[in-house]
Structure formats: C-alpha cells, structure tokens
C-alpha cells in the first residue's frame, strides 16, 4: 500500500481503539453490507426494506393494500419470498454482525398506482363509450387511499397497526433467512425495528404481531432469536422514551424525520425551496438535515436519552439518520451517550475517525492538536 493509505489505516486503526461510539452502516443489499464491512461497519443498524418493492414489485404492496382475499393473501406470499431471500444475503454479508431490519415505511402513495392517470384512463373510456368496470373501481379504491399529506400519513408503524399481516409478512421472511442460515451453520444476529413510532402502545401492539410471526416460524423450524426496537423520529416519541423502552430492546434515532417533524420543514423540499435563502441571509448557520440542530432536534434528542435510560439503563441507542455520518454532528452524538452511529457505507471511515477524536476530547486532549496540519500527529500515531 502506498505510504498515505498505510498513513490512514494507522490513523483509523488508532481511532478503533478509542472510540467508544460503535459504527454501524445503513444498507439494504448483501454487496452494500460487504462494502461496509471492508470499511469497517460493525453491523447494519438500518437495513430499509422499500427498495424491494420498487418498480413492478410495487403491485405487492398494492395487491395487500387493494386487492381481494386471495390476491391479498398470495401478494403477502410472495412479499415473504422475496425478502426471504434479499434477507438471508443481508444477514450473511454481515457475518454474524448485528443487521438491524426495518419494517416497510414509505408513505402510502409510493406503492399505489398514480390517481391522476387512473382516472384520466377511466374518463376517456366512458368518453369513447367503453367504460370500463374494472379500471373504475381500481380508481375508486386508490381514490379511497388517496392522503393529501402523505409523509404524515398511512407510513411506517401506522400501516403496520392497520395492516399488521404486512409485519407478519415481513417478520416471518426475517425469521425464515435467519433459520436458513442457521441450517448452513451461518452465524446471524437479528433485529427487526419499527419506524415512525410516537407511542408505546404503537410498539406493543407490534410486537404482539412480531411475536405471532416468531411462534409460526417456530412450530416449524425453532424458535429464531431477534431484539425488537422502535425508531425515534417524532418528537412524541423522543419525549415519551421512557415509556417507549417498556417495550423496546433499543432505539434508533431516526434524525431525518425527527428534523423534519421538529421543524415542520418538508427533507423532500426544503433545501432547494427557501433553505438556500436561509444560508445566504445567515438566518441559518447550516441546514438542520446536514448538521444536527443543537438547540431544537438536539434538546429532544437528549431528553429522549434521559428517558429512555432512567427507565432502562442499559438500553442500546443508535442513531440512523444522515446525521450520523456527519463529521460536525458526531461530537454532540457522542456527548449524548448514544451507543452507536449507522450511517452510508462511505462514510464509516469518516465516522469511526469522527467518534475516535469526540473520545480523545472527551478525555481532556486539547482540540488544537485537531488543528495541527498533520492529521497522524492530531491523534498522535505516525
Ligand atoms: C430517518 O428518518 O432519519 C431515517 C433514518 O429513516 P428514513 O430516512 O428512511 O426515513
Ligand atoms: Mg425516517
């Protein structure tokens, strides 16, 4: 290796060692998880499970949501199926890592057909004097589903109280790829996490369908152990922690929507509506969606902490947000006394350098020595 990638190495090898932040990567395919481990991830402590029903796969969902007894119930088999198997290549590329699963969050209106088409369709049908019965009430039920506010709507933990054959669904696949592996002798360390909580009466009642998917797996193949935790990223669920953690073996802040929720500030738009404006005028130092907002995300973030482990002490704490990789964010993530960072493959070098250095200032190293021009003299290796 050439004398700067040996010089890096080194540089992080050094932060492995004095960093108490663990760091975990968010990713959703068994390459992904492989990439991440060679960066150093310990794990997957986001593993989103919306991008397998994408595209044509979409109709899946669609079919649950929309379909009749039968169609719904052969779309929940082939859901299982498919996650199944993009399950088992997840757990396996992490080698015995924990992988941290979380249930299906998009908001509503991604898995279902475009209303505005449907309905142009079934006009001009009846306007060439062919209406046609079937596409009608096709449109009539996607009209029913229709939100006006989809990002605040049938999403996350909500679709799953509704819908909770989807958890089961997705729960058994979790389950099955876990007991294949087990049958090849592969190791595994599974967790299944439950997005868009505000209540713990919302994470119980999941568990309860966890639960019943775990007992059916078992009856046929041995109980599959699991940690069931839920995500906090509404401000309800940051300042009801502590009743959270009741039923929860570890949370995970989801600071993407805790922002958005916080400041009521769409991450889909924002940052090229008026965030630029805020940049420029400097009513704002730095968006809240790169860098955590100390004063608002930040207070509920630590009153969320203070619950959840006044309650439970030991309770694990992730972070999974985009936060999480961000080098000005970390520090503070470290102060709180979070556990653990997930963040994108390419970022975990950055992070496990990130968390050495909150370690070493932690312990009194002064930050100047950060400042030095020479980045194995800031950490003193080299
Ligand atoms: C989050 O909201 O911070 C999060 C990690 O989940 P997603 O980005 O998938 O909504
Ligand atoms: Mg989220």
Redesign the pocket.
């Known amino acids: 290796a050439s004398p700067l990638v040996a010089a890096v190495a080194r540089l992080l090898a050094h932060a492995d060692r004095t960093r108490r932040l663990g760091v975990r990567a968010n990713a959703e395919t068994a390459p992904d998880v492989a990439r991440a481990v060679r960066f150093g991830a310990e794990g997957v402590g ?1 593993c ?1 499970t919306e991008h397998m029903f994408l595209g044509e796969r979409r109709t899946y969902v669609e079919r649950v949501l929309l379909g009749s007894d039968a169609e719904r119930a052969e779309a929940l088999r082939g859901l299982t199926r498919l996650q199944r198997e993009s399950f088992a290549g997840v757990l396996d590329a992490a080698g015995g890592r924990p992988v941290t699963i979380r249930l299906l ?1 998009a908001p509503l209106h991604e898995f279902l057909p475009d209303l505005t088409e449907l309905s142009v369709c079934s006009a001009l049908a009846r306007e060439r004097g062919r209406p046609d019965r079937a596409l009608e009430e096709r449109t009539a039920a996607v009209r029913r589903h229709h939100e006006q506010n989809p990002m605040t709507g049938l999403r996350g933990v909500r679709l799953s109280i509704v819908r909770p054959e989807l958890v089961v669904a997705q729960a058994v696949a979790a389950f099955e790829a876990a007991a294949d592996l087990r049958e090849r002798g592969r190791p595994f360390d599974l967790e299944l996490m439950v ?1 868009m909580v505000s209540s713990a009466e919302e994470i119980a009642e999941v568990a309860r369908s966890v639960g019943e998917a775990a007992d059916q797996v078992a009856a046929r193949r041995g109980r599959v152990p699991y940690r069931l935790g839920a995500m906090v ?1 509404t401000p309800r669920a940051a300042v009801t922690a502590a009743r959270i953690v009741t039923h929860a073996d570890f949370l995970s802040f ?5 922002t958005q929720l916080t400041w009521g500030l769409s991450r889909d738009d924002a940052e090229r509506s008026f965030l630029p404006r805020y940049l420029e005028t400097g009513l704002l130092r730095t968006s809240p969606f790169a860098s955590i907002d100390e004063d608002g995300v930040g207070r509920l973030l630590a009153v969320a902490v203070d619950g959840a482990r006044g309650a439970r002490d030991a309770v694990p704490i992730g972070v ?3 936060h999480a990789g961000d080098p000005a964010s970390i520090g503070f993530l470290a102060r709180l006394g979070v556990d653990y960072l997930s963040c994108s493959p390419f970022r975990v070098p950055i992070a496990r350098l990130e968390a050495g250095r909150a370690a070493l200032l932690a312990e009194g190293c002064p930050a100047e020595r950060f400042d030095a021009a020479e980045p194995s003299a800031a950490v003193g290796v080299g």
């Open positions: 986001l989103r969050d997005p990223e989801g600071t993407n929507d805790l999974c947000g985009e």
